[in-house]
Antibody
Framework: QVQLVESGGGVVQPGRSLRLSCAAS????????MHWVRQAPGKGLEWVAL????????YYGDSVKGRFTISRDNSKNTLFLQMNRLRVEDTAVYYC??????????????WGQGTMVIVSS | DIVMTQSPHSLAVSLGERATINCKSS????????????LAWYQQKPGQPPKLLIY???TRKSGVPDRFSGSGSGTDFTLTISSLQAEDVAVYYC?????????FGQGTKVEIK
Protein backbone atom coordinates (compact mmCIF):
# COMPACT_ATOMS: atom_id res chain seq x y z
CA GLN A 1 0.00 0.00 0.00
CA VAL A 2 1.06 3.56 -0.60
CA GLN A 3 2.12 5.86 2.24
CA LEU A 4 1.32 9.53 1.84
CA VAL A 5 2.86 12.71 3.29
CA GLU A 6 1.41 16.14 2.55
CA SER A 7 3.29 19.43 2.72
CA GLY A 8 2.94 23.03 1.64
CA GLY A 9 0.22 24.26 3.96
CA GLY A 10 0.42 27.54 5.82
CA VAL A 11 -1.18 30.92 6.36
CA VAL A 12 -2.02 32.92 3.27
CA GLN A 13 -4.01 36.06 2.53
CA PRO A 14 -7.28 35.92 0.59
CA GLY A 15 -6.72 36.09 -3.15
CA ARG A 16 -3.23 34.61 -2.96
CA SER A 17 -1.98 31.21 -4.09
CA LEU A 18 -0.56 28.12 -2.44
CA ARG A 19 0.72 24.81 -3.77
CA LEU A 20 0.30 21.60 -1.81
CA SER A 21 2.33 18.47 -2.38
CA CYS A 22 1.74 14.87 -1.43
CA ALA A 23 4.73 12.55 -1.52
CA ALA A 24 3.95 8.87 -1.94
CA SER A 25 6.07 5.90 -1.07
CA UNK A 26 5.80 2.19 -0.53
CA UNK A 27 3.76 0.96 -3.40
CA UNK A 28 3.16 1.78 -7.03
CA UNK A 29 1.94 5.38 -6.96
CA UNK A 30 1.22 5.43 -10.68
CA UNK A 31 -1.31 2.60 -10.34
CA UNK A 32 -3.87 4.59 -8.38
CA UNK A 33 -6.19 7.48 -8.86
CA MET A 34 -5.48 10.21 -6.31
CA HIS A 35 -7.78 12.60 -4.49
CA TRP A 36 -7.61 15.72 -2.40
CA VAL A 37 -10.15 15.92 0.42
CA ARG A 38 -10.47 18.79 2.87
CA GLN A 39 -11.91 19.27 6.32
CA ALA A 40 -12.71 22.70 7.70
CA PRO A 41 -12.12 23.11 11.45
CA GLY A 42 -14.72 21.14 13.37
CA LYS A 43 -16.53 20.13 10.18
CA GLY A 44 -16.96 17.07 8.01
CA LEU A 45 -15.14 15.83 4.93
CA GLU A 46 -15.39 17.55 1.54
CA TRP A 47 -14.04 15.99 -1.62
CA VAL A 48 -11.96 18.49 -3.60
CA ALA A 49 -10.42 16.87 -6.67
CA LEU A 50 -9.49 13.60 -8.41
CA UNK A 51 -6.80 12.76 -10.94
CA UNK A 52 -6.63 9.45 -12.78
CA UNK A 53 -3.60 7.22 -12.30
CA UNK A 54 -2.12 8.32 -15.63
CA UNK A 55 -3.19 11.95 -15.24
CA UNK A 56 -5.49 11.72 -18.24
CA UNK A 57 -8.59 13.02 -16.49
CA UNK A 58 -9.27 15.42 -13.65
CA TYR A 59 -12.44 16.25 -11.71
CA TYR A 60 -13.19 19.02 -9.27
CA GLY A 61 -15.75 19.91 -6.67
CA ASP A 62 -17.91 22.91 -7.53
CA SER A 63 -16.49 25.02 -4.72
CA VAL A 64 -12.96 24.90 -6.18
CA LYS A 65 -13.58 24.51 -9.91
CA GLY A 66 -11.69 27.12 -11.89
CA ARG A 67 -9.44 28.04 -8.94
CA PHE A 68 -7.69 24.78 -8.02
CA THR A 69 -5.67 22.48 -10.25
CA ILE A 70 -4.72 18.91 -9.42
CA SER A 71 -1.68 17.34 -11.06
CA ARG A 72 0.76 14.53 -10.51
CA ASP A 73 4.30 13.55 -11.40
CA ASN A 74 4.46 9.77 -11.49
CA SER A 75 8.22 9.84 -12.04
CA LYS A 76 8.56 11.54 -8.65
CA ASN A 77 5.66 9.80 -6.91
CA THR A 78 4.13 13.16 -6.07
CA LEU A 79 0.65 14.65 -6.19
CA PHE A 80 0.03 18.39 -6.28
CA LEU A 81 -2.79 20.83 -5.65
CA GLN A 82 -2.31 24.33 -7.00
CA MET A 83 -4.72 26.62 -5.18
CA ASN A 84 -5.32 30.07 -6.66
CA ARG A 85 -7.59 32.94 -5.66
CA LEU A 86 -7.88 31.52 -2.16
CA ARG A 87 -10.88 32.42 -0.03
CA VAL A 88 -11.42 32.44 3.71
CA GLU A 89 -13.76 29.47 3.27
CA ASP A 90 -10.88 27.39 1.84
CA THR A 91 -9.43 27.22 5.35
CA ALA A 92 -9.14 23.53 6.17
CA VAL A 93 -6.90 20.54 6.66
CA TYR A 94 -6.14 19.17 3.21
CA TYR A 95 -5.67 15.42 2.89
CA CYS A 96 -4.40 13.50 -0.08
CA UNK A 97 -5.93 10.05 -0.44
CA UNK A 98 -5.27 7.16 -2.76
CA UNK A 99 -8.12 5.53 -4.59
CA UNK A 100 -8.31 1.76 -4.66
CA UNK A 101 -8.75 1.96 -8.46
CA UNK A 102 -7.01 3.66 -11.36
CA UNK A 103 -9.97 5.84 -12.34
CA UNK A 104 -11.38 7.06 -9.07
CA UNK A 105 -14.22 4.60 -8.82
CA UNK A 106 -13.00 2.99 -5.65
CA UNK A 107 -12.95 3.76 -1.95
CA UNK A 108 -10.28 6.02 -0.52
CA UNK A 109 -7.87 3.39 0.60
CA UNK A 110 -5.03 5.34 2.25
CA TRP A 111 -4.86 8.88 3.60
CA GLY A 112 -2.02 11.20 4.48
CA GLN A 113 -1.84 13.01 7.82
CA GLY A 114 -3.02 16.25 6.24
CA THR A 115 -1.64 19.77 5.90
CA MET A 116 -3.37 22.84 7.32
CA VAL A 117 -4.24 25.79 5.12
CA ILE A 118 -5.39 28.99 6.78
CA VAL A 119 -6.69 31.80 4.60
CA SER A 120 -6.81 34.99 6.59
CA SER A 121 -6.02 38.65 6.22
CA ASP B 1 -25.11 15.64 -6.46
CA ILE B 2 -25.81 12.63 -4.28
CA VAL B 3 -26.61 13.76 -0.75
CA MET B 4 -25.56 11.39 2.03
CA THR B 5 -27.56 11.69 5.25
CA GLN B 6 -26.36 9.94 8.40
CA SER B 7 -28.29 9.26 11.56
CA PRO B 8 -27.97 9.77 14.39
CA HIS B 9 -25.60 12.75 14.59
CA SER B 10 -24.16 11.26 17.77
CA LEU B 11 -24.71 8.29 20.01
CA ALA B 12 -23.46 7.06 23.35
CA VAL B 13 -23.15 3.32 23.85
CA SER B 14 -21.97 1.27 26.81
CA LEU B 15 -18.79 -0.75 26.45
CA GLY B 16 -19.56 -4.14 24.94
CA GLU B 17 -22.90 -3.01 23.54
CA ARG B 18 -23.92 -2.62 19.90
CA ALA B 19 -23.65 0.66 18.02
CA THR B 20 -25.60 1.20 14.82
CA ILE B 21 -25.13 4.06 12.37
CA ASN B 22 -27.41 4.64 9.41
CA CYS B 23 -26.64 6.28 6.09
CA LYS B 24 -29.13 7.17 3.39
CA SER B 25 -28.22 8.33 -0.10
CA SER B 26 -30.47 10.63 -2.13
CA UNK B 27 -30.21 8.24 -5.07
CA UNK B 28 -29.14 4.66 -5.50
CA UNK B 29 -25.40 3.92 -5.39
CA UNK B 30 -25.92 0.38 -6.66
CA UNK B 31 -24.29 -0.17 -10.04
CA UNK B 32 -26.49 -2.84 -11.56
CA UNK B 33 -23.96 -4.03 -14.16
CA UNK B 34 -21.68 -5.43 -11.44
CA UNK B 35 -24.18 -5.51 -8.54
CA UNK B 36 -21.88 -3.45 -6.35
CA UNK B 37 -22.85 -0.68 -3.98
CA UNK B 38 -20.35 2.18 -4.26
CA LEU B 39 -20.47 2.95 -0.56
CA ALA B 40 -17.67 3.10 2.00
CA TRP B 41 -17.36 3.77 5.73
CA TYR B 42 -14.49 5.60 7.43
CA GLN B 43 -13.45 6.08 11.03
CA GLN B 44 -11.81 9.30 12.14
CA LYS B 45 -10.29 9.67 15.59
CA PRO B 46 -9.42 13.13 16.96
CA GLY B 47 -6.35 14.62 15.33
CA GLN B 48 -6.05 11.76 12.85
CA PRO B 49 -6.96 11.31 9.18
CA PRO B 50 -9.91 9.15 8.24
CA LYS B 51 -9.31 5.44 8.01
CA LEU B 52 -11.14 3.14 5.59
CA LEU B 53 -13.16 0.46 7.39
CA ILE B 54 -15.66 -0.89 4.86
CA TYR B 55 -15.98 -0.68 1.08
CA UNK B 56 -18.52 -2.00 -1.44
CA UNK B 57 -20.95 -1.44 1.46
CA UNK B 58 -20.04 -4.65 3.26
CA THR B 59 -16.42 -5.65 2.56
CA ARG B 60 -14.20 -5.15 5.57
CA LYS B 61 -10.74 -3.81 4.81
CA SER B 62 -7.91 -6.15 5.79
CA GLY B 63 -6.90 -5.59 9.40
CA VAL B 64 -10.20 -4.05 10.49
CA PRO B 65 -11.65 -5.90 13.51
CA ASP B 66 -14.59 -8.14 12.70
CA ARG B 67 -16.81 -6.31 15.19
CA PHE B 68 -17.23 -3.75 12.40
CA SER B 69 -19.72 -4.73 9.71
CA GLY B 70 -21.55 -2.98 6.91
CA SER B 71 -24.87 -3.81 5.31
CA GLY B 72 -27.51 -2.39 3.01
CA SER B 73 -28.07 -1.79 -0.67
CA GLY B 74 -29.38 0.86 -3.01
CA THR B 75 -30.00 3.89 -0.84
CA ASP B 76 -29.99 2.58 2.74
CA PHE B 77 -26.89 1.43 4.56
CA THR B 78 -25.81 0.57 8.08
CA LEU B 79 -22.51 0.39 9.93
CA THR B 80 -22.64 -1.82 13.00
CA ILE B 81 -20.10 -2.12 15.78
CA SER B 82 -21.17 -5.34 17.45
CA SER B 83 -19.39 -4.84 20.77
CA LEU B 84 -18.14 -1.32 21.36
CA GLN B 85 -14.58 -0.98 22.61
CA ALA B 86 -12.96 2.11 24.11
CA GLU B 87 -10.76 2.52 21.03
CA ASP B 88 -13.85 2.80 18.82
CA VAL B 89 -14.62 6.31 20.07
CA ALA B 90 -14.50 8.33 16.88
CA VAL B 91 -16.52 10.02 14.18
CA TYR B 92 -17.77 7.72 11.43
CA TYR B 93 -18.49 8.84 7.87
CA CYS B 94 -20.25 7.15 5.01
CA UNK B 95 -19.10 8.00 1.49
CA UNK B 96 -20.46 7.37 -1.98
CA UNK B 97 -18.07 6.85 -4.85
CA UNK B 98 -20.77 6.06 -7.40
CA UNK B 99 -20.66 9.41 -9.16
CA UNK B 100 -18.88 12.71 -9.11
CA UNK B 101 -18.84 14.77 -7.03
CA UNK B 102 -17.92 12.17 -4.44
CA UNK B 103 -19.80 13.00 -1.26
CA PHE B 104 -19.69 12.15 2.42
CA GLY B 105 -22.27 11.99 5.16
CA GLN B 106 -22.01 14.65 7.85
CA GLY B 107 -20.53 12.20 10.34
CA THR B 108 -21.73 10.36 13.42
CA LYS B 109 -19.88 10.79 16.69
CA VAL B 110 -19.69 7.63 18.79
CA GLU B 111 -18.98 7.97 22.51
CA ILE B 112 -18.95 5.74 25.55
CA LYS B 113 -21.99 5.90 27.83
Amino acid sequence: QVQLVESGGGVVQPGRSLRLSCAASGSTFSSYGMHWVRQAPGKGLEWVALIYSDGSKKYYGDSVKGRFTISRDNSKNTLFLQMNRLRVEDTAVYYCASDSSTHGNGAFDMWGQGTMVIVSS
Amino acid sequence: DIVMTQSPHSLAVSLGERATINCKSSQSVLYTSNNKNYLAWYQQKPGQPPKLLIYWASTRKSGVPDRFSGSGSGTDFTLTISSLQAEDVAVYYCHQYYSTPWTFGQGTKVEIK
